[in-house]
Nanobody, 119 residues
Framework: VQLQASGGGLVQAGGSLRLSCAAPGSIFSIGDMDWYRQAPGKQRELVAVVTSGGSTNYADSVKGRFTISRDNAKNTVYLQMSSLKPEDTAVYYC??????????????WGQGTQITVSS
């Protein structure tokens, strides 16, 4: 199952960006959908999670600034990022778990999209 992420780029501090990540329509169901990020020289960290029921959770560093959401009809997860800071600079990855149409469990990652926040 291939996830397709989009929406990265360069933005000034205080600006906003929205990331999208779509899973193919040929799957049975999707559970949790997440966004992670990895800054240079640092470990990948969980940024935000949205469950299939719409419950959300955020890393403390992004609470109040980032909003994760999903459109189940489109198998798509979004990350709306506001009040961006230079320390948000990283490669952002989407992740999803679910079941294929043959009821095999999958866990897939998007290809990563670069976010650069200039001061």
């Amino acid at each position: 199952v291939q996830l397709q992420a989009s929406g990265g780029g360069l933005v000034q501090a205080g600006g906003s960006l929205r990331l999208s990540c779509a899973a193919p329509g040929s799957i049975f169901s999707i559970g949790d959908m997440d966004w992670y990020r990895q800054a240079p020289g640092k470990q990948r960290e969980l940024v935000a999670v949205v469950t299939s029921g719409g419950s959300t959770n955020y890393a403390d560093s992004v609470k109040g600034r980032f909003t994760i959401s999903r459109d189940n009809a489109k198998n798509t997860v979004y990350l709306q990022m506001s009040s961006l800071k230079p320390e948000d600079t990283a490669v952002y990855y989407c992740n999803a778990v679910g079941l294929t149409r043959t009821l095999h469990r999958f866990e897939s990652w998007g290809q990563g999209t670069q976010i650069t926040v200039s001061s």
